[in-house]
């Protein structure tokens, strides 16, 4: 058995704000289920940033995001196992 040692662990989340509010959604099932949260996923294994928030508000809620508008990227965590 090889051993993993170090791997990509890197969310996007996704604020989508009007005025002062922001949305919210609600956890139906797995991790943190039935908790309140901003929209959120795991990027796939070589997705850029942009391209997995687009596919979060998709998958997640039904929306497209506009090319061209404000975001925030942060760099990825590396987690080290064993």
């Known amino acids: 058995m090889t051993a993993q040692r170090h791997r990509r662990n890197c969310d996007v989340h ?21 908790l309140w949260q901003v929209l959120s996923g795991h990027l796939e294994e070589i997705e850029p940033t942009d391209d997995g928030a687009d596919r979060e508000g ?25």
């Open 14 to 34: 996704i604020l989508l704000i009007r005025d002062d509010q922001v949305l919210l959604s609600l956890r139906k099932g797995g991790y943190a289920a039935g």
């Open 58 to 82: 998709l998958e997640e809620i039904g929306i497209r995001l506009l090319p061209g508008r404000p975001r925030i990227r942060a760099l990825p965590r590396l987690a080290c196992t064993g």
